[in-house]
């Protein structure tokens, strides 16, 4: 696997839940030998969107309840 930043290699890192909360799967990441970006599957997915899916994740969430309360912007 290549770096999306520099373009080096990368290598697996085990994250895991230092603070002793319960792990139901252990989740694998990469990070670069070079520039040290680590990168894991939610990470991987979010720079995989479209940018229409990137517009449609910008227009719903906290911004439409907090516009609902009636707070200004």
Request: proline share 5%; charged share 25%.
């Amino acid at each position: 696997m290549h770096c999306h930043r520099c373009q080096s290699l990368m290598f697996p890192i085990d994250l895991r839940d230092w603070g002793g909360g319960p792990m139901h799967e252990s989740p694998v990441a990469w990070r670069c030998f070079a520039c040290g970006d680590i990168v894991d599957h939610l990470i991987a997915m979010n720079r995989n969107r479209t940018e229409n899916n990137r517009e449609e994740w910008r227009k719903g969430g906290a911004r439409h309840r907090v516009a609902a309360l009636g707070f200004p912007r």
